[in-house]
């Protein structure tokens, strides 16, 4: 007898450091989202601090950049997961991509976190940002040509349309709103990939992910959509809510990024 599908929910987020999260609030945030799969992204910390921070229960891969306080990407699920990867290729050591192949009841879900650094319009580091989105992009493709579900989380630093972001046309020649950066977000989109927040989550403008901690951004939600969970199309159509969780206050905030939760039906 096959074994039924069930509910599982994915949350995404940026700590920003994940010990500072913690002493912000993080912790009355996960007991009561109650994920079956957390990523983070910038996470800052090492492997013992970090699973120090989450507690038990958790299983997964972590992957700190050789830059130490930089960066640092993280899957943890809990159920074990059945194999997992860290790096892209050129990237090994950037703490900006992990894998994890979590089992499901139809198969198996390999999920991804990523961190993509923000850049700098016409300079070496947008280069290195365009390097990074195109392995990015490669390895994706990779993963879902077998039919496999695949999801892949974090913070692209990228905003897709006008609707992503309150002042677009104040970032038009800006990394994170370039040309080159939107076309290759189509390209992936257009590849067989979803963008389930935006699916679910109605056509804009927002909600929003990232928020400076400067000044009256957040209290105005002069925000950017930064932050995605993009699932293949076989995952994508199993997607059955999503949402963003942006705290109450400036006050109650625990990051400069609101977590991505998504639930899937596998």
Not at 26 to 45: F, H, I, N
Request: hydrophobic residues 45%; glycine residues 10%.
């Amino acid at each position: 007898m096959p074994i039924e599908p069930r509910l599982l929910t994915v949350a995404s987020c940026n700590v920003n450091g994940v010990r500072a999260a913690v002493r912000r609030g993080m912790g009355p945030w996960l007991a009561a989202t109650k994920p079956d799969v957390l990523c983070l992204q910038e996470v800052r910390a090492p492997d013992a601090e970090v699973a120090a921070v989450l507690g038990d229960g958790w299983s997964g891969v972590h992957a700190e950049a050789a830059a130490k306080g930089r960066a640092g990407v993280s899957v943890h699920s809990r159920v074990a997961p059945v194999a997992v990867r860290v790096g892209l290729p050129g990237f090994l050591d950037a703490g900006r991509w992990v894998e994890a192949d979590v089992p499901v009841a139809s198969g198996v879900l390999t999920v991804c976190s990523t961190y993509v650094h923000t850049g700098e319009a016409d300079t070496p580091k947008q280069d290195e940002k365009y390097a990074f989105l195109a392995a990015m992009r490669t390895r994706l493709l990779e993963l879902a040509a077998d039919g496999r579900y695949v999801l892949v989380t974090g913070d692209f630093n990228i905003c897709h349309h006008e609707v992503d972001l309150k002042n677009w046309k104040g970032n038009l020649k800006k990394s994170g709103f370039l040309p080159d950066e939107r076309a290759w977000l189509t390209a992936l989109l257009e590849s067989g990939f979803v963008d389930v927040g935006r699916r679910l989550g109605g056509e804009g403008p927002g909600p929003y992910t990232w928020w400076s901690w400067r000044g009256q951004a957040f209290d105005n939600d002069a925000g950017w959509r930064i932050d995605y969970q993009l699932a293949s199309a076989n995952l994508a159509a199993r997607a059955v809510k999503a949402s963003v969780h942006r705290a109450a206050t400036y006050a109650q905030r625990w990051s400069d990024h609101a977590p991505v939760v998504v639930t899937y039906e596998v």
